[in-house]
Every structure is written in structure tokens, then in C-alpha cells.
T-cell receptor, first 114, second 118 residues
Framework: QQQVKQSPQSLIVQKGGISIINCAYE??????FPWYQQFPGKGPALLIA?????SEKKEGRFTISFNKSAKQFSLHIMDSQPGDSATYFCAASMQTGGSYIPTFGRGTSLIVHP | DTGVSQNPRHKITKRGQNVTFRCDPI?????LYWYRQTLGQGPEFLTYFQNEAQLEKSRLLSDRFSAERPKGSFSTLEIQRTEQGDSAMYLC????????????????FGPGTRLTVL
């Protein structure tokens, strides 16, 4: 059972454009929603995260929009750059055994053309 | 480099053999996590330690898998009697929880060990 559904699987945008990646979750017990960026040969790195008590969080060119009632959240990358080309994973977490363990989506491969 | 390190980076083995991977977390990080990532998928949680105590194990962690963190520093993940389905990237992550801090601390991932079972 896929608890976190992510789309699209791949995304191609032009430099300067907006990249949008969407995720949906089922379990209402999730209460922490991080996004990770992964470059080839590297482990995932935390990009930005949000809690469900806010509807939007912005850090630089990266914005998370969160819709609690729809159980959906999305990542917007403004002014996309070739250096943003990577795989992006959304995740949903709940406290388990004293820590937050993320359940990841399947990932979106983003290519930004110069 | 003071990040999470994993060794080896690549491992090729024959079906039925045992393999062991090592993870060195960021120093002073008291939490350590193991994940498995297959091609085209996100990482899947396997297990997690706080200091030397193994606090959580996923149902994905079959009895052929065992993880240890004997002194609360580095950790090892052993797979016995490997199967072709074990072929994956094995990721380690660490995080720090200190007094008064919440539990949603950032996890820092290592580069992973890629296992290929022939």
C-alpha cells in the first residue's frame, strides 16, 4: 500500500520556469511533511519541511503549499535553474518509537534545461 | 568531511553469501537510521537506533537482516543468505536529539552502499 503518492514521475522545465511537484497522503496521523532533494550518487538531503498547522512555507525559491482537508501538499520551485536538476522526494512522517520516520513518495526526476 | 560515511560504496555478491555494511554517523549524533532504496522508488525505512538501543524495526527487516550499533557510534547492517531481491541501495542517516529538543530532527543521509546480488 502506497501511503504517499507523488506525481509527476518526471518533469522537464526551462530555466526560469516554475517546477511543481504534487503529493497526496492517506494517513491523517502524519504530522510532519519534509521534501528531500537527491543528486546522483548522493543520499537524499532535506530541502524544506512543513507541519499541518500552516498552509504555506517559503524558503528562498522553494515553497511548500499544504492542504490539510484534501490531504495534499506540493513543492513549487520558482525560477528553476539547471542546478536544481535532481530527484525530489516528498515524505510524510509521524512519531514512531520517539522519532519521526518518513514515508517517502516514489520521487520526481526534475530536469531543468538551460 | 564530517558527514555520514558508508562503506563499502559498492558491493557485488553471489546469491547465498553474507554481506555486511558499515555506517559512521556524524559525530555526536545519537540517532542512526537504515533505509533501503530500490531503483525508481523512495527510501524505505528499515530500522533505527538511539545510542546503542534499537528502538524500531520495519516489517521489511526480515530475519536475514540484522543491525547493530554496539557502542552507540558506528553501525553495521548484515544480510545473511542474500537473495537477488536484496539488490538495492542501502542508506544510512543520522540525527541529533538533545535535551529539550523535539523529535522531528533533520536526518542527514550518507551516500549509500549499492548492493548487487548475482
Amino acid at each position: 500500500q502506497q501511503q504517499v503518492k507523488q506525481s509527476p514521475q518526471s518533469l522537464i522545465v526551462q530555466k526560469g520556469g516554475i517546477s511543481i511537484i504534487n503529493c497526496a497522503y492517506e494517513n491523517t496521523a502524519f504530522d510532519y511533511f519534509p521534501w528531500y532533494q537527491q543528486f546522483p550518487g548522493k543520499g537524499p538531503a532535506l530541502l524544506i519541511a512543513i507541519r499541518p498547522d500552516v498552509s504555506e512555507k517559503k524558503e528562498g525559491r522553494f515553497t511548500i503549499s499544504f492542504n490539510k482537508s484534501a490531504k495534499q501538499f506540493s513543492l513549487h520551485i520558482m525560477d528553476s535553474q539547471p542546478g536544481d536538476s535532481a530527484t525530489y522526494f516528498c515524505a510524510a512522517s509521524m512519531q514512531t518509537g520517539g522519532s519521526y520516520i518518513p514515508t517517502f513518495g516514489r520521487g520526481t526526476s526534475l530536469i531543468v534545461h538551460p | 568531511d564530517t558527514g555520514v560515511s558508508q562503506n563499502p560504496r559498492h558491493k557485488i555478491t553471489k546469491r547465498g553469501q553474507n554481506v555486511t555494511f558499515r555506517c559512521d554517523p556524524i559525530s555526536e549524533h545519537n540517532r542512526l537510521y537504515w533505509y533501503r532504496q530500490t531503483l525508481g522508488q523512495g527510501p524505505e525505512f528499515l530500522t533505527y537506533f538511539q545510542n546503542e538501543a534499537q528502538l524500531e524495526k520495519s516489517r521489511l527487516l526480515s530475519d536475514r537482516f540484522s543491525a547493530e550499533r554496539p557502542k552507540g557510534s558506528f553501525s553495521t547492517l548484515e544480510i545473511q543468505r542474500t537473495e537477488q531481491g536484496d539488490s538495492a541501495m542501502y542508506l544510512c542517516a543520522s540525527s541529533l536529539r538533545g535535551p529539550g529538543q523535539g523529535t522531528s530532527n533533520e536526518q542527514f543521509f550518507g551516500p549509500g552502499t549499492r548492493l548487487t546480488v548475482l
